[in-house]
């Protein structure tokens, strides 16, 4: 079946240091893709999205980077903080106008003070 | 504005017995999607509902099944829970149908026995 697979189950950084967590996706038509955070015993945080239309997008110390010849996107976390600890998800919309999100397994972010 | 709310938070049942779950959208929102969410299958789409309407439904068997009510609020139910479906069940809410910008609850936490 289709799926979004993320590269690392774990990610360990230093405080102060980027982060990068990287997604793969599966299908070339999809057309929006989310970045999630979900903290322990909460349910998943949006924190950035994308249009396939576009290829880079920022937010407040994070951006998002797709790279559709590839089916790749990426979530760069600048000046990573402890509150920044976390579950990261990527997600994508296939092109079917409903409510489906198609999420990967996750990545664990830690960060070491 | 208030974020969307699901009841109960926490829940306990032995196998056999049904559970009703609740998720009240975020205020303006009318389209409601769940979500199960356990370690083994990460966050897997039930179904969404868009103006008292199932608009789609994931891979779920028969026993899962949910409404919309006129007011946006939703409910799944799970008849004859099995011990397979102790899981995180997430509901997420946006302002129309097609997954753009889905916002989640915090999750009931269900547990079977």
């Known amino acids: 079946g289709e799926s979004v697979g993320l590269h690392l189950p774990t990610l360990s950084v230093q405080e102060g240091d980027n982060s990068i967590i990287n997604c793969a996706y599966s299908?070339?038509?999809?057309?929006?893709f989310i970045w999630y955070k979900q903290e322990s015993g909460k349910g998943p945080q949006f924190i950035i999205d994308?249009?396939?239309?576009?290829d880079k997008r920022q937010g407040q110390r994070v951006t998002v980077l797709l790279n559709k010849t590839v089916k790749h996107l990426s979530l760069q976390i600048a000046a990573t903080q402890p509150g920044d600890s976390a579950v990261y998800f990527c997600?994508?919309?296939?092109?079917?106008?409903?409510?489906?999100?198609?999420f990967g397994q996750g990545t664990t972010l830690q960060v070491k003070p | 504005k208030a974020g969307v709310t699901q009841t109960p938070r926490y829940l306990i049942k032995t196998r056999g017995q049904q559970v009703t779950l609740s998720c009240s959208p975020i205020?303006?929102?009318?389209?409601v999607s769940w979500y199960q969410q356990t370690p083994g299958q990460g966050l897997q789409f039930l179904f969404e509902y868009f103006s008292e309407t199932q608009r789609n439904k994931g891979n779920f068997p028969g026993r899962f099944s949910g409404r919309q009510f006129s007011n946006s609020r939703s409910e799944m139910n799970v008849s004859t829970l099995e011990l397979g479906d102790s899981a995180l069940y997430l509901c997420?809410?946006?302002?129309?149908?097609?997954?753009?910008?889905?916002?989640f609850g915090p999750g009931t936490r269900l547990t079977v026995t």
């Open positions: 997600a994508e919309n296939p092109p079917s106008n409903t409510g489906k999100l198609i």
């Open positions: 205020s303006g929102h009318r389209s």
């Open positions: 299908n070339s038509a999809s057309d929006y």
């Open positions: 994308i249009r396939s239309n576009m």
């Open positions: 997420a809410s946006s302002f129309e149908v097609g997954a753009y910008e889905q916002y």
